[in-house]
């Protein structure tokens, strides 16, 4: 058994198992996989404590979804000092540092060298708050994943009956939804409450890579004016029910023209979205908005259709 110290560890975790790398001060690396599971998990804290691993050391987790949150609170609950990082920011530090190293190959590994490389994690440091919001974000896009499958079984069912000439009591089908419907409510004030701090710090992380930062949706839902203020945001994207019922309703040319020139006095971009009539884009070039999306353009397009589209 290897019995040199461990300095840093790396833990990929997919949807079925995890892999976790500890790297040692003799440069020596030990790889292993379990289930991805709170059993396996264990697996992997035991085995950690089994080598007498430090809790200080660097700890990497790959952060893209529920399985790695379910993970890094564990590992959290354990003692050790997690730092979750963007699978973008992963990227980054591949490309910069260990790019040519023969172990790239190995995610586990290539997240334990980042433990190494940078020696400040701090801000890639997960407090247990941080790791429950991020819970409850990935919960919210499980909830409205099954609210959209009952909806369309519902209305499947509602279909058949009619065919039939039978009416279905589908009352059960329907208070379902209604249930999640209030519990979706109840995460987003939670998330929109607890989550700016938490936010500006992902999308700081994300500028820093040269990346731009759009509010997609401007004017409805939880979108803030406050948010203007304290998020690094490059554009704003109108929510194409403003301009849906551009030029017959005065009301949403006037929210828009607002819209506009609310982005040109904070010097932000801004798109509209659901542009569909020539008089509608003749609006917006008018009011100072130059950049558009909609079926007056073209329709959703595959990445194929795309390049073709772009060579023409």
Same mark, same amino acid.
């Given at each position: 058994?290897?019995?040199?110290?461990?300095?840093?560890?790396?833990?990929?975790?997919?949807?079925?198992?995890?892999?976790?790398?500890?790297?040692?001060?003799?440069? #020596?690396?030990?790889?292993?996989?379990?289930?991805? $599971?709170?059993?396996?998990? /264990?697996?992997?804290?035991?085995? &950690? =404590?089994? +080598?007498?691993?430090?809790?200080?050391?660097?700890?990497?987790?790959?952060?893209?979804?529920?399985?790695?949150?379910?993970?890094?609170?564990?590992?959290?609950?354990?003692?050790?000092?997690?730092?979750?990082?963007?699978?973008?920011?992963?990227?980054?530090?591949?490309?910069?540092?260990?790019r040519n190293n023969k172990d790239d190959t190995v995610d586990a590994?290539?997240?334990?060298?980042?433990?190494?490389?940078?020696?400040?994690?701090?801000?890639?440091?997960?407090?247990?708050? #941080?790791?429950?919001?991020?819970?409850?974000?990935? $919960?919210?896009?499980?909830? /409205?994943?099954?609210?959209?499958? &009952? =909806?369309? +079984?519902?209305?499947?069912?509602?279909?058949?009956?009619?065919?039939?000439?039978?009416?279905?009591?589908?009352?059960?089908?329907?208070?379902?939804?209604?249930?999640?419907?209030?519990?979706?409510?109840?995460?987003?004030?939670?998330?929109?409450?607890?989550?700016?701090?938490?936010?500006?710090?992902?999308?700081?992380?994300?500028?820093?890579?040269g990346l731009e930062i759009s509010v997609d949706d401007f004017g409805?839902?939880?979108?803030?004016?406050?948010?203007?203020?304290?998020?690094?945001?490059?554009?704003?994207?109108?929510?194409? $029910?403003?301009?849906?019922?551009?030029?017959?309703?005065?009301?949403?040319?006037?929210?828009?023209?607002?819209?506009?020139?609310?982005?040109?006095?904070?010097?932000?971009?801004?798109?509209?979205?659901?542009?569909?009539?020539?008089?509608?884009?003749?609006?917006?070039?008018?009011?100072?908005?130059?950049?558009?999306?909609?079926?007056?353009?073209?329709?959703?397009?595959?990445?194929?259709?795309?390049?073709?589209?772009?060579?023409?």
């Open positions: 058994m290897n019995t040199s110290p461990v300095s840093s560890i790396g833990i990929d975790v997919s949807k079925a198992s995890l892999s976790f790398a500890t790297l040692r001060v003799d440069h #020596s690396a030990i790889v292993r996989s379990c289930a991805n $599971s709170e059993s396996g998990i /264990d697996s992997l804290l035991a085995s &950690l =404590k089994e +080598h007498n691993t430090d809790t200080g050391v660097p700890c990497v987790i790959e952060s893209t979804g529920d399985y790695h949150v379910k993970c890094a609170l564990m590992v959290s609950d354990a003692g050790f000092t997690v730092n979750v990082i963007n699978p973008l920011i992963t990227k980054q530090y591949q490309r910069a540092s260990v590994i290539r997240l334990a060298r980042i433990g190494l490389l940078e020696p400040d994690l701090k801000r890639f440091r997960a407090t247990k708050q #941080s790791l429950a919001l991020k819970k409850v974000v990935a $919960s919210v896009g499980k909830l /409205d994943h099954y609210k959209q499958e &009952l =909806k369309a +079984h519902t209305k499947q069912l509602k279909e058949a009956g009619v065919m039939l000439g039978v009416k279905i009591n589908l009352s059960h089908l329907e208070k379902a939804v209604t249930s999640i419907e209030k519990q979706i409510d109840q995460f987003e004030t939670y998330i929109h409450d607890h989550a700016p701090k938490e936010a500006i710090e992902i999308l700081g992380e994300f500028k820093a890579l409805t839902g939880y979108s803030s004016l406050s948010y203007l203020k304290r998020l690094p945001i490059d554009k704003l994207k109108i929510d194409q $029910s403003f301009i849906h019922d551009i030029p017959e309703d005065e009301d949403d040319m006037a929210i828009t023209k607002t819209i506009i020139g609310l982005a040109r006095n904070l010097k932000l971009d801004v798109i509209a979205e659901g542009v569909e009539t020539a008089e509608q884009e003749n609006f917006l070039l008018q009011n100072g908005c130059t950049l558009a999306q909609g079926y007056l353009y073209d329709r959703p397009l595959d990445t194929q259709t795309t390049t073709l589209r772009l060579h023409e």
